[in-house]
């Protein structure tokens, strides 16, 4: 079996392919900066330099780790950027690199998905979106507006890609404790609700994409959580996700 994770030189992707790893699962991985990934795992991942933002390097990185191989059986995209605020309140800088690789990124990753796999006949794709796009309010920053998008991506692939044999699992997570969650918190995760350890959330996603699940919301808590916020009128959603924010950031 052969698995490729765009996003897999630190955190969620990274865990997810030492996971795969340890299952004897031939892995690829891509990110900017390599230098990112431990020295001794460098011999046994394949480890590729490329941005999820430009097709084509995505496109011919594929076709390298797959220059040996047959098939392309599990395809993932980690690769996410975030910064935390509302528009206006971020620099156009961040804004550009979170539409650019959220947006831009998880199309690029479908169209690869699809040429790639197309032909195979079969085929299991997993996106990680995140669970604040599970929730349509006015507060909202963009970073979970652009997870918002990732969502409606990936329904949308649902659909064209199935003919063809080929699954899409959509991850939602809550909070993961990853070194980039601690790193946008000042290494302090007491306000971040039902933090899941690294190692759970890659059980879980490794899971569901084996069922070929549609769409996992995880930890459970968090999805009940969200069910119940998704029933209120939106006028008191939007004052309590309002008042979350300000308390998450001590304003
Ligand atoms: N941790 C959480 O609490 C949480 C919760 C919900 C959703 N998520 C989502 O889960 C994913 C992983 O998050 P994480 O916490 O594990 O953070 P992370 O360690 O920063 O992982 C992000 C990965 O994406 C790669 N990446 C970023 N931009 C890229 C680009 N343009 N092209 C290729 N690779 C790119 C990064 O590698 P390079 O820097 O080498 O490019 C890195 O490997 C993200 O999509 C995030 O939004 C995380």
Known sequence: MNVFIAGGTSGIGYALARHYLSKGYGVGICGRDLTKIPENDSKDIKAFQTDVCDINALLSTLQSFLVDKNELDIFINCAGSYAEDVAGRISYEEAEE???T???GTVNFFE???KVMKNQKKGRIAV????SG?????????YTKTKRSVIQ???AYHRALKPFGISVTTIAPGYIDTEKLRQL???NLSKKPFLTEVETAVS????AIEKQKKLIIFPTKMKWMMKSLSLLPSSLLNIIMFRKAQWMKND
Do not use: C, G, P, T
């Open 185 to 187: 918190n000042q290494n």
């Open 102 to 104: 959220n947006i831009l």
């Open 128 to 131: 990680i979106a995140s669970v």
């Open 153 to 155: 991506i990936a329904d």
């Open 112 to 114: 690869a998905a699809r």
């Open 134 to 142: 599970i929730l349509e309010y006015e507060n909202s920053s963009l």
């Open 204 to 207: 879980i996603i490794s899971e």
């Open 98 to 100: 979170m539409l650019q």
